[in-house]
């Protein structure tokens, strides 16, 4: 089974409004990490924002927050007032238990394109 | 913010000649490295785990003997494609976990491109 599930090859959005980018993910484990990382045309792996399974309170970070349903293993990530930066990959990702030495797994990512 | 730095960005070689890919992590001690591969519009392949002074542990599929990987320090980490042939032209893109914190952090990438 796959542990990420990103079941949107492709979004978009019109700039300034907001898009939700779903991911679900699928572990035994109690203790986990969640993350979400965005990939321009550049390459690099850009860390937007995290989320720890015993976090109670969903994870914002300026535009960015992460809507955390744990009972529906969920982990949409949402950003609001969407700019033409915000054309990239999005990849969710997740990483069981605490230990730094723990590999991370990644969904398949999710083309966002903004548009004017 | 921790920052990971990978040289080079790019690469052209031509096939049966060796490339070495650098992987450091500038500021903070990463006792774990990972080697990704990724092909266009795809997501990152894990091919192995790197830990200081240790071997590397390679994902299946992956030849230990044609991606030779050496962390041989808390800050550098190294991937050599050895023999590179056409096939191995791809995105390699190395992550360090450390620093007190739980985030991955990358490198920005190396275009691999053989002739």
């Known amino acids: 089974a796959q542990k990420i599930t990103q079941t949107q090859p492709g979004m978009f959005v019109q700039e300034k409004e907001a898009v939700t980018l779903d991911c679900t993910y699928d572990?035994?484990?109690?203790?986990?990490?969640l993350f979400w990382y965005k990939q321009p045309s550049s390459g690099e792996m850009i860390f937007l924002i995290y989320?720890?399974?015993?976090?109670?309170q969903n994870a914002t970070e300026g535009r960015y927050s992460l809507n955390f349903q744990k009972a529906r293993k969920s982990a949409n990530l949402v950003i609001s007032a969407s700019q033409l930066g915000d054309s990239a990959m999005y990849f969710c990702?997740?990483?069981?238990?605490?230990?730094?030495?723990?590999?991370?797994?990644f969904g398949t990512g999710t083309s966002l394109t903004v548009i004017p | 913010g921790a920052v990971v730095s990978q040289h080079p960005s790019r690469v052209i070689c031509k096939s049966g000649t060796s490339v070495k890919i650098e992987c450091r992590s500038l500021d903070f001690q990463a006792t774990t490295m990972f080697w990704y591969r990724q092909f266009p519009k795809q997501s990152l392949m894990l091919m192995a785990t790197s830990n200081e002074g240790s071997k590397a542990t390679y994902e299946q599929g992956v030849e230990k003997d044609k991606f030779l990987i050496n962390h041989a320090s808390l800050t550098l980490s190294t991937l050599t494609v050895t023999s590179a042939h056409p096939e191995d032209s791809s995105f390699y893109i190395c992550?360090?976990?450390?620093?007190?914190?739980?985030?991955?952090?990358f490198g920005s990438g190396t275009q691999l491109s053989v002739l």
């Open positions: 989320q720890g399974s015993y976090d109670e």
């Open positions: 992550s360090a976990s450390g620093g007190g914190g739980e985030k991955l952090f």
């Open positions: 990702a997740m990483r069981e238990g605490w230990n730094t030495g723990n590999q991370f797994y």
């Open positions: 572990t035994s484990d109690q203790s986990y990490g």
